[in-house]
């Protein structure tokens, strides 16, 4: 019985990843990076790095958790749960149902269960394809959930951040999102939680001002926008141009905001040696 | 009948009243505390110790500056990292000490700056919300003025929110709002109607606590009447949140902040 549930999870996870966050066509996909064009295929083994430079695209969060979990092991919480309209904005419930038929997700986070070469943590992956990935009180409450549900089972917990911030269309709502995460962040890690934060192109606004900076552990994908103010506002404000690589992965890691910089494809093995030094993260 | 809009402008006077002008007419004996003993001093957030109405405790807020000068100094309100990183270490003293920390929230948001991003704004933010989330002393913010996105939120994880009349708080400026989500920052009027910014939609939404009168035509009108009912509220507050245990009250503060957004007041 139980196996059968399994083969039916790693279908669904399976069918979720090829969904959404690949290179669907057989045809050719240009990289934003160098320009050049690589066949659909090969983006999709290499996770959504170009063949030709490196430079890594936005993935999706089911394919981020089937390239991450162990066969059989993703268990999805509250992939039910919905945004909802404080504002009433007008055209904003359209737009999201909108976003579910095309993306093929509830909203802009996945949060789930699954082991990692053995070592079981709660997941938490943003989604960009959905409103850029943009906090709103559904993603505030999975991110929640998941961490106290870290906590209650004495799990470590790992987040894929990749947002624009705070989602616009919640007003206040969206913003107090930041408090109600990190309140339960703090509390996670003051009882011992471990928590490894992983940045993802881009992480900005309301998200890196609240759990995407307070991770144990900070890590980030190489040339991923990281920062507070997105970077038009501030050339806005100080009348000048931004030298290249400003807000980007390489520039935080020199400026003491990370521990490291991981390619995609390395992240099983980083992620699987630091759950191994803090034994599983279960000393909580 | 102010419309949103014209509590913006209310919330954004000149004369309004700020954090120097609580400090000097609530407050005596003020001891300000300077400098993140890292990397430098920042004047848009002031802070320190003080007695209100002779128990001392630790205030911290925003600061606009009155002179243009000062308004320079402070960067119109907008801090650098190195503000709320000042802000940690003061609010760290006052959990040290038990001193009950009130803030004054009046900002137009954290300072988008090169340098600012280069010291890391996002995190300053996230830790100084974080330190004020782990407080068991009792936390009362005031939203003054303008409460702009995550830099006046930094200083707004408390035990009791309360907010004047006509102050407004917001996830962006309404500018910002329209900006992004219509490309034309002149509908500035129209996003201040739908954004709920005002205290009144606010008390309704559960983000805030309690809302103070302000004298007919706003703050700056009748400093002494503002601060007769900040002093109130401050007092009353103080006197009941004083009365919990400080696990109670982190308890407290966890759980208020842990209901944002599910509805409040209007459907619990
Ligand atoms: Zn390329």
């Known amino acids: ?32 990076g160098c320009g050049q064009e690589s066949p659909a295929m090969q983006w999709n083994e290499g996770l959504m790095v170009c063949p030709k430079c490196g430079h890594h695209m936005p993935l999706g969060a089911y394919s981020r958790l089937h390239q991450l979990l162990d066969a059989g092991s993703f268990r999805e919480l509250d992939g039910d749960l919905v945004g909802r309209d404080p504002l009433e ?5 359209e737009k999201l149902a909108a976003l579910r038929e095309k993306t093929g997700l509830k909203e802009s986070v996945v ?69 109600k995460t990190t309140a339960a962040i703090t509390r996670f890690q003051q009882n011992g939680g471990l928590y490894i934060s992983c940045l993802t192109h881009p992480t900005t606004g309301g998200v890196t001002a609240s759990f995407a900076s307070l991770g144990d552990v900070m890590l980030a994908e190489p040339g991923a926008l990281i920062g507070f103010a997105g970077p038009r506002v501030i050339e806005q404000t100080i009348g000048e141009k931004l030298p290249e690589g400003f807000q980007r992965s390489e520039a935080l890691l020199e400026n003491g905001f990370l521990d490291k910089i991981v ?4 992240w099983p093995e980083v992620l699987a040696q630091l759950l191994a030094l803090h034994k599983g993260g279960k000393s909580c | 009948m102010l419309t949103p809009e014209d509590r913006v402008k209310l919330a954004r006077h000149n004369d309004r009243p700020g954090i ?15 400098g993140d003993r890292h990397c430098g001093e920042d ?18 807020g925003h600061r606009k500056g009155k002179t243009l000068e000062e308004n320079v100094a402070c960067r119109f309100g907008m801090p650098n990292p190195e503000g709320y990183r000042k802000a940690i270490r003061i609010l760290e003293q ?46 009362i913010a005031v939203v003054t003025g303008e409460g702009g996105s995550g830099g006046a939120l930094a200083l707004g994880v408390a035990n009791r929110v309360l907010m004047l009349e006509n102050a407004v708080y917001s996830v962006l400026s309404p500018e910002g709002f329209a900006s992004i989500l219509w490309k034309d920052p002149g509908r500035s009027a129209e996003a201040a109607a739908v954004m709920k910014l005002t205290a009144q939609d606010l008390y309704k939404g559960g983000v805030i606590q309690e809302i103070l009168p302000e004298p007919e035509g706003g703050a700056h009108t009748d400093y002494a009447a503002v601060f007769r009912v900040v002093d109130e509220a401050l ?13 109670a009250l982190a308890e407290s503060c966890y759980k208020m902040f842990r209901a944002m957004g599910n509805g409040g007041k209007e459907q619990s």
């Not at chain 1, 139980?2 to 996870?13: A, C, G, K, N, P």
């Not at chain 1, 989604?127 to 209650?152: C, H, N, P």
């Not at chain 2, 007092?235 to 919990?244: M, P």
């Open chain 2, 235 to 247: 007092q009353r507050n103080l006197t009941l949140l004083s009365k919990q245990s400080p696990r």
């Open chain 2, 94 to 139: 006052a959990e040290k000490f038990r001193r009950p920390v009130i803030t004054f929230i009046d900002t137009p948001g954290a300072y988008p700056g090169k340098e600012a991003e280069m010291r890391g704004q996002g995190d300053a933010i996230a830790r100084c919300m974080a330190c004020m989330s782990g407080l068991t002393v009792p936390v």
């Open chain 1, 1 to 32: 019985m139980t196996q059968l549930f399994r083969q039916r999870r790693d279908r669904i996870l399976a069918y979720q990843a090829m969904r959404q966050g690949r290179a669907l066509s057989l045809q050719q996909l240009c990289c934003e």
């Open chain 2, 20 to 34: 120097t002008d609580y400090l000097g007419a609530l407050f005596t004996d003020f001891f300000q505390q300077r």
């Open chain 1, 111 to 179: 949060t789930a269960y699954g082991t990692l070469r053995g070592y079981g943590a709660v997941f938490a992956v943003l989604d960009s394809s959905f409103l850029m990935g943009s906090m709103g009180w559904a993603v505030g409450e999975k991110v929640t959930r998941a961490v106290e549900y870290a906590g209650r089972h004495r799990l470590p917990l790992i987040i894929f951040s990749a947002s624009g911030g705070a989602r616009m269309q919640e007003g206040i709502y969206s913003l107090m999102q930041m408090a």
């Open chain 1, 89 to 93: 904005f007008p055209g904003y419930p």
């Open chain 2, 43 to 60: 004047e848009s957030i002031l802070g320190g110790i003080a007695r209100f109405h002779d128990q001392p405790v630790t205030v911290l």
């Open chain 1, 263 to 266: 390619n995609r494809s390395q």
